[in-house]
């Protein structure tokens, strides 16, 4: 006798008492699921032959959630309940691919935002969480084997963008790493009288606000505009510089479009400017944001004559929670940089507080390693690329940001006629994806980048970006509970 959904969820609980009874509901003649215990083992699966009543025929079928009121009359009754053993999918294969798609991580499409933790990587952080391990402690072996341990990454890092050691400053991250570099000049330029500051409209909050801080205290802070491709043109820094101009900041990469800036021209032109005049109160600094290009475009950073460079560490495989500020000297003379915090003295009296051993080793390995295999890298990304490509040619799209200056690992994209943010919804079982950057997706405010680029509402709203990694990291298995799961998953013990 067909008994009602209802009934027949409540008779596979009588069976599995104290289980997890999960419903994949999909339109057809059946529906298929999984029986866990409450550690997430699969105990079975179940099919559930669906008999659709007369009077209901031709109407949409709704199954209610498993602890809600009953629907009366139901739109479907099961006439058979199948069970199958574990491991097994009781269903079609159309089924099993469409719950093993339901069930699994989304597609991972974010990587602006974070990268995973390579495996490698943890591997030469593991010993430094566990060992007593303080840089500054030089009066005993532990003391010295973790200021060892940190210099050796800190040649790491140096290596990767043609610095000299002792000029990489370990900070909390690229963040950080921006305030030190424009709110760590204030007390140079108020002394000089240079009060000058000349940065795009498409910087990262973690420079504009800072900035903003800056125009606080007195100081001009000025935006240069950028084109509608998403890019400034030298000659529009060129033609804001004055002589109090103190500072000019220009982001690498551009972290929602991908979109590569002139920073080698505008470094051309600030090193020209001084020449001509010949005084070193012409002297202009000059700042990148480099967290989206260290370690992937390395050639190109590494002969970047930038007197700073903020670097991150979670953009390139690493831990979150470090980064780096490369203040790179001219001759005998050190920038003018000075510290925001005091107390310590640690990394020269720039940055003081202890430094994470685990999370410098961490930060220079991964700078290491993409030393090493930035080619490849890229090499990788650019093929997952033109396969995005090819995929988004049946569908229409409009790309924003000229893609002949783009990094190869970024698209962003708007679908005319779709809302972000309700894509984003549709899709968040299959794609991880975001629509700006990650430390202001919470705001759901229009993004200020594209806007600069002349973007009109409709197609700001309608845009997200696509970041990917290389490759698929291999995950190793987890070792401190007996489930078998990887270290990308929870652990239950």
Known sequence: MPLSHDDALAKLRRIFPGHE??????????????????????????????????????????????????????????????????????GTADQQRHWQQSQSDPLYLDSNATTPLDPRVLVT????????????????????????????????????????????????????????????????????????????AIEHKAVLEPLDRLRQLGFDVELAPVTAGGYVEPDAIARRLRPDTLLVSVMHANNETGVLQPVHEICDLLRARQSSSQTSSSEILFHTDAAQTFGKLVPELKTLPADMISISSHKIYGPQGIGALVVRRRGLHKRPVQPLTFGG??????????????????LGEAARLAGLEWSTRRTAALA??????????????????????????????????????????????????????????????????????????????????????????????????????????????
Not at 73 to 88: A, D, F, Y
Not at 349 to 360: D, F, K, M, S
Request: glycine share 8%.
């Open 21 to 90: 009874i999960t419903v994949h509901d999909e339109d057809g003649p059946s529906e298929c699921g999984l029986v866990e215990a409450t550690d997430g083992t699969t105990i079975a699966s179940f099919c559930l032959t669906l008999k659709e009543p007369a009077a209901s025929k031709g109407s949409a079928r709704v199954t209610p959630p498993l602890n809600s009121a009953r629907v009366t009359p139901p739109l479907n009754t099961v006439s058979k309940i199948r069970l199958g053993p574990v491991g097994q999918f009781c």
């Open 125 to 200: 952080m593991i010993p430094w969480f566990l060992a007593p391990s303080n840089a500054g402690c030089r009066t005993h072996r532990y003391g010295q084997r973790a200021k060892d341990a940190v210099e050796t990454a800190r040649r790491h890092i140096a290596e990767v963008v043609g610095a000299q050691p002792e000029e990489v400053f370990f900070t909390s991250g690229a963040t950080e790493s921006n305030n030190i570099a424009l709110l760590g000049l204030a007390q140079h330029g108020e002394r000089t009288g240079k009060k000058h500051i000349l940065s795009t």
């Open 345 to 362: 003295g640690q990394e020269r009296g720039l940055r003081p507080g202890t430094v994470p051993v685990a999370l410098a080793v961490g």
């Open 384 to 493: 997952i690329r033109h396969q995005l490509l090819r995929d988004l040619a049946a569908v229409e799209h409009h790309t924003n940001g000229d893609p002949t200056r783009s990094l190869p690992h970024v698209l962003n994209i708007s679908f005319p006629g779709i809302d972000s943010e309700a894509f984003m919804l549709a899709t968040k079982d299959s794609i991880a994806i975001s629509n700006g950057s990650a430390c202001t997706s919470a705001s759901y405010k229009p993004s200020h980048v594209l806007e600069a680029m002349g973007l009109n509402e409709t197609k700001s709203e309608a845009a997200i970006r696509l970041s990917w990694g290389h490759a698929q990291i291999a995950w190793p298995r987890c070792l401190t509970c007996p489930q078998d799961h990887t270290l990308a998953q929870p652990c239950h013990s």
